[in-house]
């Protein structure tokens, strides 16, 4: 099972596609991947109902977020209604700490994403901040990366015993599937997605050769 | 190229690379011509006096390119609106590339929607964004 | 000193803060066509029948000023991102009237660290009707955190 665990939607600021267009690429490209996760920045998208779209193309659509912090941005799989009223997700200074802590208690998981990243990566900050307690998943191959940044975040994921996952980071149609993850079991919710990241039962690839 | 319909267009089709002038000139010509005097986009090392990593290509010069290679795979479209999010700084004097891609098609109200990126030589997105068109049936 | 992006937003969205005459000039919208490298007659003939600006032409106006004139500094603006919507097209030889305001502002991290995204929107009539939307994302650099 393929996920594409980080894309955005025209929900994100700077998200300019449909979730429909999303669907009809992927059949179109036959891009190998299964589904896909929307994480829209700083907020969750509680209305959005895509179920339709799932069965009209086959994909699983899953809904999740970006939030931001100290130590940059950080995809959390799993958000409750719960979740939100801990943690005001259209905050741009939340401590990872506090993601960290509420996601557990809220059985979220949370993912620094593109942490070799300048600024809005996670070990852009770990020199000054020091390396954070409770993280256990980061995100090594992004599709939005430049130069080296996928790189630093796996020597980075690979010294502190991090498992990492693929994401496209897309924000226009063409750009989703560049990354994505691969888990040993099939998954068809939020809450089996949730419990295989756990669990550390999947792997990141990259697709990007696939789709030149 | 020879007009198109909407029915000529299908969904994921690719434009033809387009590969814009990013020469020092163009950019200085341009945006003299639009006003935006100074050495941001006309003189390397005074740029990077300013604090840049040289001269740019003004932001509207490569949305300008980006209409064009539509204008030119489609001649009698009509741009209905254009979004350009700059990324990163497009340097003059590097070679780079734009690509255009079909990403939805809605027959009924004539309406084409395109995925852009200007790239440079690491392939790496400068420029992201996304048009709409109309074509005539 | 924190900025309150929603104070902000209440008290500079959607209000006009400056209105601005554009003659339009053939040679300028030719050229302007040339240089994007436009080869179709429609903007670079002026005798074509639907002879015409190129569509981001009116990206390509500015304003007197880019954000009002009590707006809070703090920081150095960058071109962060054009937008252009079309309704009707630009004739050479008319004259533009622009009318800008702010149209969205909000704060987000990026490679650069924290930044407030500000959207400033030029409309462009002519005496009959609303011709184009022109918007300039630009982003600056915050020195603290907020929201």
New interface residues.
């Given amino acids: 099972m393929i996920l594409d665990l980080h894309t955005h939607s025209v929900k994100s ?1 700077d998200g300019r596609a449909k979730v429909e267009n999303y669907c009809q690429w992927i059949k179109a490209k036959e891009i190998p991947i299964d589904g896909f996760v929307l994480t829209e ?2 907020q969750y998208d509680f209305e959005s109902d895509y179920s339709s779209l799932e069965k009209k193309y086959n994909l699983l659509i899953l809904k999740g977020s970006e939030v ?1 912090t ?1 130590y ?2 950080v995809l959390i799989f799993g958000v409750t209604k719960m979740l939100t009223t801990k943690l005001d997700f ?4 939340l401590t990872l700490r506090d993601v960290i802590h509420w996601s557990k208690a809220c059985s979220a998981v949370a993912v620094p994403c593109h942490p070799g ?4 990566g996670m070990f852009a900050h770990t020199d000054r901040l020091g390396i954070p307690e409770g993280v256990e998943i980061v995100e090594t191959l992004n599709g939005g990366s430049r130069d080296e940044e996928d790189k630093v975040a796996i020597e980075n994921a690979r010294s502190l015993e991090y498992k990492g996952i693929g994401g496209s980071d897309s924000h226009i149609v063409s750009h989703i599937g560049r990354c994505a993850t691969i888990f040993t079991e099939e998954i068809r919710s939020m809450e089996v997605l949730v419990k295989e990241l756990k669990k550390g039962n999947f792997e990141p690839i990259s697709l990007r050769n696939r789709l030149k | 190229m020879a007009d198109k319909t909407i029915k000529d267009v299908e969904f994921g089709e690719e434009l033809p690379v ?1 590969v ?2 990013t020469s020092l000139k ?1 950019a200085s ?2 945006a003299s ?3 935006w005097e100074g050495p941001r986009f006309s003189d390397h090392e005074k740029a990077r006096e300013e604090g840049l990593p040289g001269a740019m290509v003004p ?3 490569n ?3 980006l ?3 539509i ?2 795979w489609a ?1 009698n479209s ?9 990324r990163a700084p497009v340097m003059a004097d590097e070679e780079h590339t734009m690509k255009a891609i079909v990403t939805d098609i809605d027959e009924e109200a004539q309406i084409v929607e395109l995925d852009l990126t200007l790239a440079n030589e690491k392939n790496e997105t400068r420029v992201l ?1 996304t048009a709409r068109i109309k074509i005539a049936s | 000193m924190e900025t309150d992006i929603e104070e902000l937003r209440a008290k500079y969205l959607k209000k006009d803060f400056d209105v601005k005459e554009f003659p339009i000039i053939a040679e ?1 919208t030719i ?3 040339e ?6 007659d429609r903007f670079l003939d002026p005798n074509h029948k639907d002879f015409q600006a ?3 032409f009116v ?2 106006l ?1 304003g007197s000023r880019l954000l009002p004139s009590d707006f809070p500094r703090f920081g150095i603006g960058m ?8 309704f009707s097209p630009v004739i050479p030889g008319s004259v533009l009237t622009g009318k800008t305001h702010l149209h969205d502002i ?9 930044m407030i ?1 500000i959207i400033t929107r030029i409309e462009f009539y002519n005496s009959e009707r609303h011709l184009a939307n022109s ?1 300039s ?1 630009i982003v600056i650099a915050e020195k603290q ?3």
């Fill in positions: 600021d920045h700083r931001e100290e940059g941005h259209s905050r741009i200074d990243r300048p600024k809005v | 387009f814009p002038d163009r010509v341009f011509l639009v006003g932001g509207i010069l949305q300008g390119y209409t064009a290679m204008h030119q001649p009509t741009l209905i609106s254009i979004d350009t999010i700059f964004g | 300028k050229r302007f066509a240089l994007c490298g436009e080869t179709a190129s569509p981001t990206g390509s500015a071109d962060a991102g054009k937008g252009i919507e079309c909000y704060a987000k991290t990026g490679r650069s660290g924290r995204f918007d994302r955190n907020g929201r």
